[in-house]
């Protein structure tokens, strides 16, 4: 591949920071998405201008800017060097450790920082240099090498050209990943934003104003079973977990159901589960779509319960009351497993919350945690 980039490359132009720089709306609501340390760095000059001048901070960015040069016009070999070491990283981590005017996540603003580089490689490795992305339904998918070599082009050209309230002044590496994103239209995650507002309008304003002890549950999460065909908006799987939610909701002792799953079944389906999901509840079983919250972003099981536990915290349930998890056996059972805890301690970092107990082969009592608002970019399409 990088013979055939090399051949492909134009010449690359670095372009200096003028006192002015075009906005651009999309990758500047990817970057504060995905990278909220980083981002927030880039809108306040100070604390940009201190992190590049940090103890360490100028040789380390001056070596990568050397390695960058080096490649010449070969844009894998460009897109190699962006890659963050471990050496370079800590360096990063130790000038942004001691910023207090950049957001922290629970764990930290180092702990934050860390899953952001690692956001940034992970991105640079799967959809500049062709690796393997996590599961067959992320990445870029089948492309050319013609239409390979066009996007890293533009990227590579991308991130030396000014863009408003950016950290490209820390490095390129930056505007690189988001422009990469953007090429293969994977802006995944930022397709429902604002969350609170839309679908979800309804019932965060009802939530304001609930009276959350008249409830057992906040909310019974109704998990996704993506769709395999193309077409198809809901799989058969999806319609049964309605019927069970549909009948559990009318038990009267749930505030919400929140429907959560993301536009990832069968890869670039236009169908988002979460909004057919609602959809159907309403038309079908007459549920008031104020008693519904859409969760869109979730791709898999463990950011089905990860991302359900950030939206309650947005709309502000009592954290420390217990909701309830409905779907079918094989899943309720899957998230009960020993599996399942190691799969989010390896792809999350950490339990989305606590299985409290088992009420039926097809309802779990689940009890979220606060450490599932951690942004972690290495899931760049639902951080």
């Known amino acids: 591949m990088r013979a055939l980039l090399s051949t492909a490359a ?69 897109a190699q060097a ?39 490689n992970g991105i640079v490795r799967v959809y500049a240099l062709g690796a393997a992305p996590t599961t067959p339904i992320d990445g870029p998918g089948p492309i050319a090498p013609k239409d390979l070599a066009a996007r890293l082009q533009a990227a590579d050209w991308l991130a030396e050209t000014p863009r408003d309230r950016s950290a490209q002044r820390l490095d390129p590496s930056i505007d690189y990943a988001l422009a990469l994103l953007d090429a293969s239209d994977r802006s995944d995650a930022i397709g429902h934003e604002p969350l609170t507002g839309g679908a979800n309008a309804a019932p965060m304003a009802r939530a304001k104003t609930l009276d959350w002890k008249r409830y057992r549950y906040s909310a019974m999460i109704v998990t996704g079973v993506g769709p395999e065909i193309e077409g198809e908006p809901l799989s058969p799987f999806g319609k049964y977990h309605l019927r069970l939610a549909a009948q559990r909701f009318a038990r009267g002792d749930i505030a919400f159901i929140l429907v959560t799953g993301g536009r990832a079944h069968p890869r670039a389906t236009p169908f988002t589960e979460a909004d057919e999901m609602r959809k159907a ?21 463990t950011t089905n319960l990860r991302n359900a536990s950030r939206l309650l915290a947005a709309m502000g349930a009592p954290m420390q009351m217990e909701t309830v998890i409905v779907c079918n056996p094989l899943q309720s059972g899957y998230i009960e497993s020993a599996k399942f805890t190691e799969r989010n301690a390896a792809e999350l970092g950490y339990q989305p919350g606590t299985i409290v107990r088992r009420v039926s082969p097809t309802e779990l009592v689940f009890r979220p945690s606060r450490a599932s608002e951690r942004v972690d970019p290495r899931d760049p399409l639902d951080p």
Do not use: K, N
Request: hydrophobic share 50%.
């Open 281 to 301: 509840l309403i038309e079908r079983y007459g549920i008031p779509a104020d008693a519904i919250v859409s969760e869109p972003y979730a791709r898999h099981t």
């Open 82 to 120: 962006l890659l963050w070491s471990e050496s370079e990283a800590a360096a990063l981590r130790s000038a942004v450790a001691t910023e207090g005017r950049l957001p922290a996540a629970e764990d930290g603003r180092a702990a934050q920082l860390d899953r952001e580089i690692a956001g940034i």
């Open 10 to 78: 134009l010449a690359v132009t670095v372009f200096a920071a003028p006192a002015w720089a075009a906005d651009d709306a999309v990758i500047a609501a990817l970057s504060a998405r995905l990278l909220p340390t980083l981002d927030a760095a880039g809108h306040d000059p100070a604390v940009l201008d201190r992190i590049v001048h940090a103890p360490g901070m100028e040789s380390v960015l001056r070596a990568r800017r050397e390695r960058r040069t080096a490649c010449g016009q070969d844009l894998a070999c460009r």
